[in-house]
T-cell receptor
């Protein structure tokens, strides 16, 4: 079983829709949770960073972590074509390496 | 720009060639990483350096040889690679190895082994 599972997509939505992305994980020791965005032919860039359970909002982006169900979510409101990218969730426990999901490809159609 | 620069951006090599990938970070960080990203697979951590000392080697074949001459530079030396080594190789850096610290990635080197 992979430590962090993520649906590869692609997830296609019309412009303006809400994009909903999810990951599940198996390691209960994970404390730090991240979402990276990766455009084609680019490296991953940090989008959201959350410590432990709870919600975090930054502009059109909301990250949620539910440690009781080992579930990580990212919501993108008012999606734009420029949001078309691959979104990687990642998690880390103290003293351990950063573990990534396989990424979900998102396509926002004008 | 994230402050992590990788060269070359693209590399095509034969199975008998020797080449090197270079990474430079301009962020004043003390930890640097090499990752491999293959199609439809999660990023795989290859090597971790902290203050120029290798602290992790995740069962990577010896045909990949890392070098960290100082805290700003990281190299990955390649020799006698296999076609299955074709992938995007990403370098990252972080302030140090503390779990809460964010890793910043370069744009990667797209490697094709013929």
């Amino acid at each position: 079983q992979k430590e962090v599972e993520q649906d590869p997509g692609p997830l296609s939505v019309p412009e303006g829709a809400i994009v909903s992305l999810n990951c599940t994980y198996s390691n209960s020791a994970f404390q730090y949770f991240m979402w990276y965005r990766q455009y084609s032919r680019k490296g991953p860039e940090l989008l959201m960073y959350t410590y432990s359970s709870g919600n975090k909002e930054d502009g059109r982006f909301t990250a949620q972590v539910d440690k009781s169900s080992k579930y990580i979510s990212l919501f993108i409101r008012d999606s734009q074509p420029s949001d078309s990218a691959t979104y990687l969730c990642a998690a880390r426990a103290a003293g351990n390496k950063l573990t990534f999901g396989g990424g979900t490809r998102v396509l926002v159609k004008p | 720009e994230t402050g992590v620069t990788q060269t070359p951006r693209h590399l095509v090599m034969g199975m008998t060639n020797k080449k090197s990938l270079k990474c430079e970070q301009h962020l004043g960080h003390n930890a640097m990483y090499w990752y491999k990203q293959s199609a439809k697979k999660p990023l795989e951590l290859m090597f971790v350096y902290s203050l120029e000392e290798r602290v992790e080697n995740n069962s990577v074949p010896s045909r990949f040889s890392p070098e960290c001459p100082n805290s700003s530079h990281l190299f990955l030396h390649l020799h006698t690679l296999q076609p299955e080594d074709s992938a995007l190789y990403l370098c990252a850096s972080s302030q140090d190895l503390v779990a809460k610290n964010i890793q910043y990635f370069g744009a990667g080197t797209r490697l094709s082994v013929l």
